[in-house]
């Protein structure tokens, strides 16, 4: 009996939900991908993870900004051109959708995958290709 109790504590399980994504796992998640997430029922933003990396992000109705991910203490974090601090946030699969939770807000700032497509971000505008 007690050995069929160590062997069955010796079987690697499945990451509960609400664990933190590592960068591998982000990355494998989400490279390719257009994600579509929403605060509190209404769309936020949209970002798309390019390779190396790389990310295109847009508020909903707004200009396209261009930026990167690294992880940084169990994070994922971004920076964006232009912009001056990194956002860091923690990504967890919940089902099939991705959570994020942002680092540093007292409210808790939660954002939940909406939608997914490998298609491009659109990025109207003068000066913004796609």
Do not use: H
């Not at 509960?16 to 991908?33: I, S, V």
């Not at 939608?115 to 796609?130: H, R």
């Amino acid at each position: 009996m007690r050995l069929a109790l160590a062997a069955l504590l010796l079987i690697p399980l499945p990451a509960l939900a609400g664990d933190p994504l590592t960068a591998a796992e982000f990355e494998a998640y989400a490279q390719g991908k257009t994600l579509t997430y929403a605060m509190g029922g209404q769309v936020f933003g949209t970002e798309q993870y390019l390779p190396n990396r790389r990310v295109r992000w847009a508020f909903t109705q707004d200009v396209c900004k261009e930026g990167w991910w690294y992880e940084e203490a169990g994070l994922i974090c971004f920076a964006y051109d232009g912009e001056n601090d990194p956002q860091c946030w923690k990504f967890w699969q919940d089902g099939a959708r991705l959570k994020a939770q942002f680092e540093g807000d007292p409210e808790g700032t939660e954002l939940t995958e909406v939608e997914q497509t490998t298609k491009p971000l659109s990025c109207p505008g003068p000066d913004v290709g796609v």
